[in-house]
């Protein structure tokens, strides 16, 4: 979400045009820059503040929905290339992504149809618009809108949040401990899917278990996560009774994930590949 600065005679427009003094008053847009207003918006999305949230991605939306529907009608793909090359498309990116934090404020606060509406005008209008997660990649909000209109219909319960890693493995977690084995399946299966290649990659770079600093093993995020999950879906697996299946994502975790890390919030990590490989152990060879 980067643009090039705004300058003081665009700030100096807004307020010629007449940004209402109370909506100012109320909430602090900052210097109005497109990555300010969705930054914020995601900020109050994880209070639940819903008056906030479309008070940050309405002005977004309003200030440059016509600048982000340009460089959608320049496009017939999703921009690639360097990180620069992406943001360029900052408006477009930054306006999808506003709508996306739309529908989920709308979503939690359980307001189905407004929520859709939201998902569905970042589908129809701005589908080439990515989102920067600061971890290090782009994703694709209107995908994600598109997965959440979906669910919504379908009156599914799964939630995704922000599709972090993070937020995923901790609902495969509470899903594992509700013996929810299809929901633990869901989430693990987004985990892998979105951050496998990532995980790779930091497996790869490795010798040994990371343990120099708290800091430096959650640096291996994507590793750890997607450790973790395949290790969550082989206890549910396990649990359900299917020991075959179990034993693959067991094994699929010792193959390919073994430094992963997994932090216990009693104040220490554990590792799912050494778990993995005792479950296997009792379960005997596949």
Known sequence: MKMVFLGS???????????????????????????????????????????????????????????????????????????????????????????????????????????????????NEFSFGQAWDPQGWFWKPAEAAQEKIAMLESGSSLDFGDYSSSFLTTQAWKALEASKSDEVTAYVGKVVDLYAAKARDMQNSLTEYPWESKDKIFGYWALNDVGTALYIQGEALRKAGKSAEAKQAYQKLVDQYYYAQCWDPKGWFWKPAEAAQQALDELGEI
């Not at 498309?89 to 407004?114: C, H, M, P």
């Open 9 to 123: 005679m665009f700030l100096m427009a807004i307020f010629v045009a007449g940004v209402p003094a109370q909506v100012s008053a109320a909430y602090n847009f900052g210097d109005y820059r497109s990555e300010t207003l969705a930054t914020k918006a995601w900020g109050v999305l994880k209070d639940g503040d819903l008056e906030a949230v479309l008070a940050y991605t309405n002005k977004c939306i309003e200030l440059y929905a016509d600048q982000a529907k340009k460089m959608q009608s320049s496009l017939t793909a999703y921009p690639t290339g360097s990180n620069d090359q992406i943001f360029a498309y900052w408006a477009l990116n930054d306006v999808a992504t506003s709508l996306f934090i739309q529908g989920e404020a709308y979503r939690k606060a359980d307001k189905k149809d407004e929520a859709i509406a939201a998902y569905k005008r970042a589908v």
